[in-house]
């Protein structure tokens, strides 16, 4: 088994800055060579695709958060990031982190997907 855990979450106002933390732990587990995403659900809303990123590193976001988030990663850590600035009150949801595999060079969301942590953009 995997296991995700997911950090950083909170309230702030339109406008504000949250960095998520997602470390990745489990038995013969290869971190590095796993692609990375996240997703979101906000209430009365269906889960939709935030960002992914693979093991190689490149990037791809929902259109969405393009220009506003940014994803990375740090393979000593085994621990993905999510960079959210210039938070928008729709931004609201539960954030999940998961691994994932590419088809036809699109990210899709794998079995592991961690318990999810609420951003909460409100004044």
């Known amino acids: 088994q995997v296991q995700l855990v997911e950090s950083g979450g909170g309230l702030v106002q339109p406008g504000g800055s949250l960095r998520l933390s997602c470390a990745a732990s489990?038995?013969?587990?290869?971190?590095?060579?796993?692609?990375m995403g996240w997703h979101r659900q906000a209430p009365g809303k269906q889960r939709e695709y935030v960002a992914a990123?693979?093991?190689?590193?490149?990037?791809n976001y929902a259109d969405s958060v393009k220009g506003r988030f940014t994803i990375s990663r740090d393979n000593v850590k085994n621990t993905v990031y999510l960079q959210m600035n210039s938070l928008k009150p729709e931004d609201t949801a539960v954030y999940y982190c998961n691994t994932g595999y590419m088809t036809d060079n699109t990210y899709v969301a794998g079995r592991y997907w961690g318990q999810g942590i609420q951003v909460t953009v409100s004044s």
């Open positions: 489990g038995t013969f587990f290869s971190f590095s060579a796993n692609h």
């Open positions: 990123i693979t093991s190689s590193e490149k990037t």
